[in-house]
């Protein structure tokens, strides 16, 4: 199996275009057809985890955060990043990250965060735009039942909990081909009028070539009528964090000391406990003071993220109680994620999960 193989079955948990345009994700290091020996999952790419990945017979690293994320122009090992750049390429060893996109997937970072906290209801807390784009296409009356299923079939008309979904309006289409063409109805140099439907579905951005490739291939047309745009839509599944429910409220101590035994912290920041039961909860993995105000405006009692800085916690304004856990602790859980995730996929050889802790913050 290639490396492209093994990353091929990551982007269909995470495509890549769901990433945020200041990341930089894919393949960082290494060549896409180098033959797979083993995976190691990490949060963050170190020497260390060079040098495990060496040991354990394992070229491909897959990592959560990208090791490159500012451009390298010089690599004479003169930093960290370069140091580790250097010793990946001497040995061999690819690497490859998910970054966020894994955090805008529905099934990613922030998800994970929830079943671990024991979340129901969950839903994305900032649904991304800009991911949806729809086709229109015009096709004779008689093939509409066959492109339609084709066009499902490659992840068209997908919205929410429903598949196949779609519009169809019937119609005249009119068209002449001129010496050079081939039409399949009617005769070159006529007009023709045929019975039409118009069929008018949605997909996700990433999928578009996919899609295009399954229109060509289905229409019966020389030349097949269609439209792509791009919707303002917000996808509801795809985004950053998530908000869900317990199952009951929960005192909120109680609610704290259990975070704090299910994350294995040994510190939460917290803003004023200004509720004294807790259900509706928001999480965000990572840096997360940004959506402090989805988190708000979702009605979220707790929004648990990381990276809060002194004025973030004014934020809560006795609305909401802001809690961070820690940027690795809040991530800790996508290694594993990864791995279960890909060993189900992959039986040909080992997935394994670092057993280096790679966060860079002590508590004293
Ligand atoms: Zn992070």
Redesign the pocket.
């Known amino acids: 199996m290639t490396i492209k193989e093994v990353t091929n079955y990551i982007e269909q948990l995470a495509p890549l275009t769901y990433a945020e345009d200041f990341d930089n994700v894919g393949l960082l290091v290494g060549n896409k057809n180098t033959t797979v020996t083993g995976v190691l999952v990490t949060l963050d790419t170190l020497e260390k985890t060079v040098d495990e990945a060496i040991a354990k017979n394992c070229n491909l690293i897959i990592s959560?955060?990208p090791i490159i994320f500012n451009g390298l122009k010089k690599i004479t090992g003169a930093n960290y990043v370069e140091k580790i750049v250097i010793k990946a390429i001497k040995n061999d060893i690819a690497i490859y990250a998910i970054h966020t996109a894994l955090d805008n997937s529905a099934h990613g970072v922030s998800a994970k965060m929830a079943e671990v906290i024991g979340l129901k209801n969950t839903k994305v807390l900032i649904p991304q735009q800009g991911n949806i784009k729809k086709l229109t296409t015009f096709v004779p009356k008689n093939n509409a039942d066959e492109l339609r299923l084709a066009l499902f079939e490659a992840g068209g008309g997908n919205i929410g909990n429903y598949d196949q979904c779609s519009f169809n309006i019937d119609g005249t289409g009119t068209f002449r081909g001129n010496v050079d063409s081939n039409p399949t109805l009617g005769e070159k140099g006529k007009i023709h009028f045929e019975n039409e439907t118009q069929i008018g579905l949605i997909f996700e951005k990433h999928l578009e070539s996919k899609i295009l490739q399954t229109l060509f291939a289905n229409h019966p047309y020389e030349e097949v009528a269609y439209e792509v745009t791009t919707l303002d839509n917000l996808h509801q599944n795809i985004g950053m964090g998530m908000i869900g429910e317990l199952e009951k409220p929960i005192d909120t101590e109680e609610f704290l000391s259990l975070l704090k035994h299910k994350f294995n912290l040994k510190i939460i920041r917290h803003s004023q406990l200004v509720y004294k039961k807790i259900k509706k909860i928001a999480v965000l993995?990572?840096?997360g003071s940004f959506a402090i105000k989805n988190a708000k405006k979702a009605g979220a009692d707790i929004y648990i993220t990381a990276d809060l800085k002194y004025h973030d916690f004014y934020q809560a304004d006795n609305q909401i109680i802001l809690a961070d856990i820690g940027?690795y602790e809040s991530?800790q859980f996508t290694k594993n994620l990864l791995v279960d995730y890909l060993t189900k996929k992959i039986t040909n050889f080992a997935i394994i999960l670092s057993e280096n802790n790679t966060n860079p913050i002590n508590y004293f």
Do not use: D, M, N, R
């Open positions: 959560f955060h993995g990572g840096s940027h991530e």
